[in-house]
């Protein structure tokens, strides 16, 4: 523990962002860092808990009160070692993680919690500064062969991890360029791109071969792709997304999120596409449903200068502080207020849309929507709805993002060539913990094996699913596991 008074004399600070009116100009990002001095406080508020739940928070099962030590020693070498030991990618997760370690952090029992995700952003950045961060191909090469099917970064944790123990690994992406939604999901001003070109290209430096623009069921059949290597991992993410089927569906201006966001992630990298471009500027925009996704259609769209945005969520409207229904150390479902939103946003909760209303030319001019009243269970979760009489009214809109979730994984082309069995939800059927999916040599990991979900988790999912690939191929592994007792290991 670096100091024993720390967290007594030091409040949770995090470090300046951009005013809202300078960063709506551009797609940087505008989260600054800390003074060596307001890091070096932030990382002495740990308590080093004899407990400590911050590790069970978070999915990697990051060493996170001998990171803060580490930082709060100045030693950066240890730090980094800690902290990619459990993480291969610290800089996505320093950046765009919602942090659950810190909503189990001790110190959140009482006070705000550690600021850990910047203390991790911070030790990865001055780790890149410093020359730590280098990625060695291995000494030797084991002859086996795996192929990861997805750049997003669960397939960028299976490769990384695989490359690591040994074996030569190809990762398959469609897109023209590697990242998955990191790099045409998530905006700029959340995750600028060359952060994930600094990594791939260590990973090619590694030995990683990465084959972009080749879609695996399309271009590679999943025949070929069988012949050839000697496992698979399919990390090819959830990328059916959720559609409203009202009435007006079929208007011009309304469109799923990730068309929108996927565009403008080209448009802003220089990437040419071929789809007619879809802009905010100077529209009445709303954005329907509540989460990351919609928060970064917000951002976006504030970027563009549209006339007005709001973002509506069909759930009531949730709590400022926990609740009965859930406890500290739990993840808490609290009212989250993003960047995106502090740019400027009208919220409204409790709203349903019940028809997409056009003009002469079949283009979109307004939401009939109406206000709705949840009944909630014993512990105050919402269960049902029902309209609220006389509440219908006409909102005007001439661009609608539909940002709903994702169902599952697109099932025609590789899976269903596989033919991989699927769980009750869709998402590729492979236990939890084993990977393996029905077909032999076959492993999935990731949103297409979870469901929509976070980018730690893909990082997790990513990891083991790699520790299990190299077990079926060895017979034993050396791979970390957040489970295995090799994790306290270093
Ligand atoms: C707009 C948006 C914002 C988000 N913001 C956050 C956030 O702030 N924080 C957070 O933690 N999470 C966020 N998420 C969720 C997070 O991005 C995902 O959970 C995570 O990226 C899943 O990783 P993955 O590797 O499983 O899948 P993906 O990132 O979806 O990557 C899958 C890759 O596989 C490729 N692929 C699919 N099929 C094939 C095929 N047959 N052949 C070749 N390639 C194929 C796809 O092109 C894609 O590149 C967000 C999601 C969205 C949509
Ligand atoms: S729970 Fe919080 S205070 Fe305790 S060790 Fe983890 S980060 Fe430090």
Redo the contacts with the bound molecule.
Sequence with gaps: MGKITGFKEYARELPGKRPVEERVNDYKEFVGLFTEEKLNEQAARCMNCGIPFCHNGCPLGNIIPEFNDAVYKENWEEAYRILSSTNNFPE??G????APCESSCVLGINKPAVTIEEIEKHIIEIAYQKGLVVEKAPLIRTGKTVAV?????????AAAQLNKAGHTVTV????EK??????????DF??EKWVVERRVKLMEEAGIIFKTG???????LADELMKSFDAVV??????IPRDLNIPGRELKGVYF??EF?KQNNKRVSGIPYSEEDILSTDKDVIVIGG???G???VGTSNRHKANSITQFELMPQPPKDRTEAMPWPTYPMLLKTTTSHEEGCTRMWGVNTKEFLGDANGELRALKVVDVEWETDVFGRPVKFKEVEGSERELPAQRAYL?MG?LH??KQ???EQLGVEFDERGNVKAKEGQYQTSVDKVFA??????G????????S??REAARRVDLFLMGTTALESKDAESMYAF
């Design positions: 996505f997760t950046r765009i993680c919602p099917v997805g750049g997003g970064p669960a397939g960028l944790a398959f992406e469609r897109d590697v990242g998955g939604l990191l790099r045409f999901g998530i905006p959340k995750l080749v879609e695996v069921g399309k271009d590679i399919l990390a090819g993410g959830s990328t999120a990730m966001l989460g990351d996704t928060s970064d259609c940002a994702f994984p697109q082309g590789l899976l990991a990731g949103d297409m094996r979870r929509q979900s976070l980018v730690v988790w893909a990082i999912e990513g």
